[in-house]
């Protein structure tokens, strides 16, 4: 922990016992208060979607910036598992495109997420914009729910997803750190919600070990994206 103890005035961290959710350190003021957290939300809009389509996920061709993801060149042919480890957001936009906020109600009952507002929807629902709010305390408990699904349809592949992530994906910077281990990762990027204003903040989740995650460390960086705070949560966990 000693590098994020070194950049406290910039980062925020929670770790977690991965099996009872306690929290075993803490520089996160206002943890229980809802903010954008960006796509740390996908693997919930993906569970909802699942349970609307028999856990059934499509192939998608994401275009790069023509198909509105953040990779310029595009991740070409893609279903939810490659998409959970890039952080496809053309997937997700085809995803969520039909979807409202009452579709994502259970899911997010269910995991312990702040609901949506009634008039969210579409790829709001995946962490695209700022308007689905939800405290970093919830969602770091709703993935130390994930993580005991891991048998269930939908969570199987989001887990296999979050696994790629930290391997080869938005999240590789995790296990790069590691060089021993393996980790769950998510990473995201959202609007900045800090006094002092920045065009964004990172987060990322990693899980370790991924096979049988003991510990959750979730880490927001000030104004830079989900990669740099994939970076620092694996730097926190060497």
């Known amino acids: 922990m000693d590098e994020l103890c070194s950049k406290r005035d910039n980062l925020s961290y929670l770790l977690l016992d991965a099996h009872s959710g306690s ?47 953040w990779l310029p060149r595009g991740h070409g042919r893609i279903g939810l598992q490659s998409a959970i480890a890039n952080s496809c957001n053309s997937y997700f936009r085809m995803l969520t495109r039909d979807m409202t906020a009452a579709d994502v109600q259970p899911i997010a009952s269910t995991f312990g997420l ?6 969210t929807s579409g790829p ?9 709010l939800i405290s970093p305390l919830a969602v770091a408990h709703a993935y130390v729910e994930l993580s005991r699904r891991s048998d269930q349809p939908g969570v199987r592949e989001i887990l296999a997803g979050m696994a790629q992530s930290g391997r080869s994906g938005t999240g ?19 609007p900045c919600t800090h006094a002092r204003r920045a065009p964004g903040d990172g987060f990322a989740i990693a899980m370790l070990p991924a096979s049988n995650p003991q510990i959750l460390l979730m880490v927001r960086v000030h104004g830079t994206p989900g990669s740099h705070a994939a970076k620092l949560a694996g730097a926190g966990y060497a």
Not at 114 to 119: C, I, K, R
Not at 124 to 132: I, P
Request: glycine letters at 10%; one cysteine or more; charged letters at 15%.
């Open 23 to 69: 929290i075993l350190a803490s520089n996160w003021r206002d943890a229980n208060i809802p903010i954008p957290l960006g796509s740390l939300v996908k693997p919930f809009a993906a569970l909802a979607y699942g349970e609307k389509h028999q856990f059934k996920y499509p192939v998608h061709l994401c275009r790069g910036t023509a198909s509105g993801c």
């Open 114 to 119: 702040q609901s949506p507002d009634a008039d």
């Open 124 to 132: 709001s629902l995946a962490g695209l914009g700022g308007r689905w």
């Open 172 to 190: 590789a910077e995790v296990d790069r750190q590691l060089l021993h281990s393996s980790a769950l990762v998510k990473t995201g990027t959202a």
